[in-house]
């Protein structure tokens, strides 16, 4: 004696929900690669005290909203195009002015460069404002940037330019262009330091 005749449709949804936990099995892939801009820190353990050092303030930088994520993206003509391996382990405004920081204080020994408001008044205070900061499918990374030095009075600029540098990309892939990124912030803070120094030095 035959039982009675299931309707196909009543299968349906454990059909659909095993051909998406299949897709997913399918398309799922290794979380993406975190990177983050700057050369890598000594392991070298040293203290140096900081006491009485005059002190330069690097402000947040302004970026364009756009790039200003944790996407890691290379720009084709109007395309802006997220990598699907790597990501930024910050966001992008945050790790400039993290590097910035790092690559000025190594370039002026006899400061203290700091990205946290001190309780002195700060000698010098560094403010950038970037155009356009991207890898590009051409093989270029490019950064374009206005920088500007205040003194402790804060009432005008005592240095002020536009910077544009371009460094090619030594091969593919996230790392490359991470690597070029870092290249470019490098060449934007020896500009800033040698400015600084320059003034202080007048």
């Known amino acids: 004696m035959r039982g009675p005749r299931q309707h196909p449709w009543r299968s349906l949804p454990c059909i659909l929900g095993t051909l998406g936990i299949a897709l997913a099995a399918c398309t799922s892939g290794p979380p993406p690669t975190l990177y983050v801009l700057g050369a890598t820190a000594s392991a070298t353990a040293k203290s140096v005290s900081e006491m009485r050092l005059p002190v330069v303030l690097v402000k947040p930088v302004i970026i364009p909203d756009y790039v200003d994520t944790t996407d890691l993206v290379i720009r084709n003509g109007g395309e802006v195009i997220p990598s699907r391996t790597g990501r930024w382990g910050e966001r992008l405004s945050v790790g400039i002015r993290r590097t910035l920081t790092s690559s000025l204080a190594d370039r002026l020994p006899g400061m203290k460069v700091t990205a946290v408001q001190p309780p002195e008044r700060p000698v010098r205070q560094v403010l950038v404002d970037v155009d356009a900061f991207e890898a590009r499918t051409d093989g270029l ?4 940037a206005r920088w500007s030095v205040m003194d402790d009075s804060g009432r005008g600029p005592t ?4 910077f544009t540098g371009t460094v090619p990309l030594v ?26 120094a320059s003034k202080l030095h007048a």
């Open 141 to 144: 990374v490019v950064l374009s």
């Open 159 to 162: 240095l002020a330019e536009h």
């Open 171 to 196: 091969g593919n892939g996230d790392a490359a262009i991470v690597a070029a990124m870092t290249k470019a912030l490098s060449d934007l803070a020896e500009r800033i330091a040698v400015g600084i």
